[in-house]
């Protein structure tokens, strides 16, 4: 299993729409969930931190479900500037806690 | 806050040499950066990471003899690729986590982007 998996999309969606992206972590011992938006040929840049409660962020919403090792993206009123690969990020426990990358979800907002 | 760069952005070199790219931190002390490589339509892969004043942690199948990390300050890392090969041509990135910080939130550099022929 990967130690965090994605699906790849793309999603392609019209304005407007309301778009969920999923993921899921292998290491149960993980404390630290993040998304990260990375624009093409760019660094990924933090979106929001998740937490166990569920956090929102203006149209951004974000859910862990510890027990199911499973973390959500919902994206409300899509606009184009959205458009760009989504990143779960989870962090590994160990002496530097380093963190691990999904393979990110593409997506493709159109008028 | 939380600004890393990152120089160069992007560099072309022939086969044999060595590049060096450099990370640092602008408004923070970054007691930990860490070194991704990422591939065309694929994810960041963590190399090493690096804490100031010790040796750098590698990641299984990175090879440290090519790929030199140093932590000389906590403001400044850097990653030496020495004896570049076509395959190394990649996008290379790095990020800094701050002292004191409660999470596991790392900010990244914008990249450098390594073409080698």
């Known amino acids: 299993r990967k130690e965090v998996e994605q699906d790849p999309g793309p999603f392609n969606v019209p304005e407007g729409a309301t778009v969920a992206f999923n993921c899921t972590y292998s290491?149960?011992?993980?404390?630290?969930f993040f998304w990260y938006r990375q624009d093409c040929r760019k660094e990924p840049k933090l979106l929001m931190s998740?937490?166990?409660s569920g956090n929102e962020d203006g149209r951004f919403t974000a859910q862990l479900n510890r027990a199911s090792q499973y973390i959500s993206l919902l994206i409300r009123d899509s606009k184009l500037s959205d458009s760009a690969t989504y990143l779960c990020v989870v962090n590994w426990p160990g002496g530097y806690n380093k963190l691990i990358f999904g393979a990110g979800t593409r997506l493709a907002v159109h008028p | 806050g939380a600004v890393v760069s990152q120089h160069p952005s992007r560099v072309i070199c022939k086969s044999g040499t060595s590049v060096k790219i450099e990370c640092r931190s602008l408004d923070f002390q970054a007691t930990t950066m860490f070194w991704y490589r990422q591939f065309p339509k694929k994810s960041l892969m963590l190399m090493a990471t690096?804490?100031?004043?010790?040796?750098?942690?590698?990641e299984q199948g990175v090879e440290k003899d090519k790929f030199l990390i140093n932590h000389a300050s906590l403001t400044l890392s850097t990653l030496t690729v020495t004896s570049a090969h076509p395959e190394d041509s990649s996008f290379y990135i790095c990020?800094?986590?701050?002292?004191?910080?409660?999470?596991?939130?790392?900010?990244f550099g914008p990249g450098t982007r390594l073409t080698v022929t």
């Open positions: 990020s800094a986590s701050g002292r004191d910080w409660s999470s596991d939130e790392q900010y």
């Open positions: 290491n149960s011992a993980s404390q630290s």
């Open positions: 998740v937490y166990s």
């Open positions: 690096s804490n100031e004043g010790s040796k750098a942690t590698y």
